[in-house]
């Protein structure tokens, strides 16, 4: 079986006036991430993870900051055009598995509906996308609340 692993990271700055979205949900918070897209950095790191399994860069590469394209793009139409570029190249996912990093808000209660909506981006059974939630345990900027980060890997493989 030929398989490959990816990671990917994402961090954005918390601010008040925009909403909070993470793994395409909108999540009840006083403030939201700044971006240039929808700032979703749960999606962004599974995009990364996905790239980078195939050594095909990075979502910058693909949808820069600086093309007002993408200018508050929603990020799940942007995870389904990098689900496409991967299976162009023959690949499937086997599994993602994600870590978001954030002091606040508490995400259990939107766990499920975050891993519902990406699993069905990305056409996959729920169990193959894994999202946890932990604190940085009030250290660093993301223990301050001035932003949020997630890690990601994710599993592909061949389909040829």
Not at 11 to 40: C, K, W, Y
Not at 86 to 109: C, F, M, T, Y
């Amino acid at each position: 079986m030929n398989i490959r692993i990816g990671n990917g990271y994402d961090i954005h700055r918390l601010v008040v006036g925009r909403p909070l979205i993470l793994g395409g949900i909108e999540i009840s918070h006083e403030m939201g991430l700044l971006g240039h897209s929808d700032a979703d950095v749960l999606t962004h790191a599974i995009m990364d993870a996905m790239l980078g399994a195939l050594s095909l860069g990075d979502i910058g590469h693909y949808f820069p900051p600086t093309d007002q394209e993408w200018a508050g793009a929603d990020s799940l139409v942007l995870l389904t055009k990098v689900h496409h570029l991967v299976q162009e190249q023959g690949w499937q996912i086997g599994n993602i598995d994600s870590v978001v990093v954030a002091e606040r808000p508490k995400l259990k209660p939107y766990i499920s509906k975050m891993r519902a909506r990406i699993a069905s981006v990305l056409e996959l059974e729920a169990s193959q996308v894994g999202i946890k939630a932990t604190t940085n345990e009030k250290l660093g900027s993301i223990g301050r609340e001035e932003g949020i980060a997630v890690h990601t890997v994710a599993l592909l493989v061949s389909s040829n």
